[in-house]
């Protein structure tokens, strides 16, 4: 039987950095990509929200004019009894959740879900849902949200909860196994209209051209370190570290550490390309 890889995710702890700190300089902000460094998520940037009961989260990504237009992604962080009945306040949204800390309870439309480090839910527009932190330790996860572009003809995906040690990553063609991709839903399924991954990458696995594409990106490394070519810079990220990519943005990787490199992958797809101005 095969042994499953033991998997590591990192996760913010907050906190301020000492008044006798150097000031990280690896923070960037582009007019084709974004850096956040893990240690940009202290108390001084964490929001909160309405409904939501003892969490604080970081807000890494939304809707920008004239750079990012289809995503929101928060880490939140809930304290032991934290949570919220009344989640999300638009019916239009989708979600996708993504555990790295801790454990919590969701429901999904009177369906119940324990949810652990690795567990990844997906939950349709208009869904009625909770969590909770039944533990006795913050729990922490990933909240991507997309408003839905719905079709006539196709119906809305439904909602599921998986962990990813449950499913067999996509081993890229051509690459000897150095770089795959764990994905939640089919590739061609077009009810869905965003896709939220994992890739990783060996050490030594490299993207070996630009890649250039209509698709925006957000990658929150999970583990690892690699060397990221963004547009016509090379930046080193390390494990907390974000990556917010424009469409088009060209892209490439080298996975340079002792571990493998892995990361949180967003990603409009199945639509057509907007007309004139991008409405929500």
């Known amino acids: 039987m095969t ?20 000031m990280d300089e690896r923070a960037v902000f582009t007019d084709a990509y974004a850096v956040l460094p893990a240690n940009t998520m202290s ?10 009961d ?44 993504f555990v790295v800390d801790g454990k919590m309870r969701l429901v999904i439309d009177d369906e119940t879900f324990e949810m652990t ?25 990933h909240w991507i949200r997309k408003q839905y572009e719905a079709v006539d003809g196709i119906d809305a995906p439904t909602a599921f909860v998986v962990n990813e040690q449950d499913i067999e990553p996509t081993v890229m063609p051509d690459t000897e196994g150095k770089w795959a991709t764990t994905r939640f839903v089919d590739a061609s399924d077009m009810r869905h209209d965003m896709h939220v991954t994992i890739v ?19 990658l929150y490394v999970l583990e ?14 390390e494990a907390g570290d974000f990556m917010w990519l424009r469409a088009f943005c060209p ?15 967003y990603k409009d797809v199945n639509r057509h390309a907007k007309l004139g101005s991008y409405v929500r």
Not at 231 to 236: A, H, I, K, R, T
Request: net charge negative; charged share 20%; aromatic share 14%.
């Open 224 to 237: 690892g370190k690699a060397v990221y070519k963004l547009n016509q810079d090379w930046v080193e990220v």
């Open 43 to 52: 108390d001084i940037t964490a929001s909160f929200l309405p409904f939501w």
């Open 251 to 265: 892209q490439a990787c080298y996975a340079g550490g002792p571990t493998p490199f892995r990361y949180l992958l």
């Open 200 to 218: 990783t990458f060996q050490p030594g696995g490299v993207i070996p051209f630009p890649e250039t594409h209509v698709m925006e990106h957000g």
């Open 54 to 97: 003892k969490t604080r989260l970081w807000i890494i990504a939304r809707p920008l004019s004239g750079f990012a237009e289809t995503f929101s992604q928060y880490i939140m962080d809930v304290e032991p009894d934290g949570g919220s009945e009344k989640p999300e306040l638009d019916d239009t949204a989708e979600s996708v959740l």
């Open 117 to 141: 480090e690795g567990g990844y839910a997906f939950i349709p527009p208009a869904a009625n849902w909770s969590v909770k932190n039944t533990s006795s330790n913050n729990v922490r996860f």
């Open 3 to 22: 042994t499953k890889p033991t998997r590591t995710y990192f996760k913010p702890e907050g906190g301020l950095p000492p008044q006798t700190a150097r």
